[in-house]
């Protein structure tokens, strides 16, 4: 049996976003999970659009989601170089087996007879197809002039590993260029002679490149080259369905999400789940899950929604999956600057009782500065509760003030100071979602924070009646 051996082949024209990375991913799970190779090669024949440092881009991202490469620019291997601009000569002899089969011809017009032919078309009403215009003596091609393929039209019928049956017919086939006047080949023509030298078995890409097929296929056959297994994976669609995921829609640098406090276990999980489940209610997979159950005939036809909201519910999950050493080492980036001088155990304690509220590791500033140094009070909060507003800036400090009477005395650890909450609450009289909230804005004056008792707790007995009766002078 052939070993699997997929690849992904990114120009460096940009960051990486969530369309590209989602490839990557199903091309790694797919050649993971046989043993086989992934291979990361590099397409760089558009000298003009390259942008600088994108390839060291491209493989942080990749390295940061946990995606591996057994062969690629950097790591080398046996089909080296992996950078197609330092493959110039081999595409060139290839071109020039095409030539001499009469399979490709120099392009002698220039640009504006082609757009002679092309206006000419249109006044027929009649699609344009440059192979209704090929000369019948070509001149001898020495590299100065575009090479164009001699193509075959016909119809074809293949197996897409995703989408089923696919056909065509043969106006779907025209001459394309194989090598391009500066002596870059065209993707059309590179990318299937890496793939056979380098021994790809599957080739995964976007769906925008299903009406290249038919010409894909005319062009292995030319060559006599096995077609791979195809495999088409449709659009990530924007939240709201209507157009392909693009910049203005979220589809930022994978990279971005790196530092704003996301994990790469969840956002691997993110991808591998658009457009694709395992035919069960599971939604949290690890690595190595994905690696088990992933197939390509479980990814679905149509296009998958991008949905930041759910991204961020899984990465909640993922958070409270994570043992307490693993999340203080995760998170030493995103404490507040006022954490800074605290000791090991001081932060270990704070994120035991915030683990269970954080989203992204990026929460833990708010989440955690009110324990490192004392807060601002801002009735202004108080006043914005829908439940608090109801009572008055009075009843608000005898609440506090009762408050203080019974915390100041007993035990402090958390199991006692949630008796002595329950106890404020028969001796107030008021529902929780009152007192409590009452008291955790007047130790914290955050948003949210974790249990009330733990809250205190952590804080101690000194700081926590210190800060309510700072908050009543405020009043």
Known sequence: MTSIRTRFAPSPTGFMHVGGVRTALFAWLIARQSEGVFILRIEDTDKIREVKGSIAQIENSLDWLGITWGEGVTVGGPHAPYLQSQRLDIYKAWAQKLVDAGRAYADPYTQTELEDFRDQAKAAKRPFLYRDHRPEQPPTWNGSQPLRFRSDPKNYVWKDAVMGELSSGPEAIDDFILIKGDGFPTYNFCHIVDDALMGITH????????????????????????????????????????????????????????????????????????????????????GDELIEKFSLDRVQKSPARFDEQRLLWLNGQWIRRLEIEDLYERAVDFWPECAQQASKDAKTQVLTLVQDRLKTLADLAILSSYFFEEPTP???????????????????????????NELSSGKFDSESVQTTLNHLLEVTGQKPAILFSLIRLGVSWAPFSPALNDTISALGQHATLDRLQQSIDAA
């Open 203 to 286: 080739v995964l890409r976007s769906q925008e490149f299903i009406s290249s097929t038919p010409k894909f296929l005319n062009l292995y056959e030319a060559l006599k080259i096995q077609a791979p297994v195809l495999a088409t994976l449709p659009y990530v669609m924007a939240i709201d369905g209507k157009k392909k995921l693009g910049k203005r829609d979220g589809a930022k640098d994978i990279l971005e999400y790196s530092k704003e406090g996301y994990l790469p276990e969840a956002m691997m999980n993110f991808l591998a789940t658009l457009g694709w489940n395992d035919g069960t209610e599971q939604e949290i997979f690890s």
């Open 378 to 404: 801002n009735w202004a909060m108080v006043d914005d509760n829908k439940q608090l507003s109801k009572l008055s800036r009075k009843e608000h400090v005898d609440l506090l003030r009762t408050s203080m």
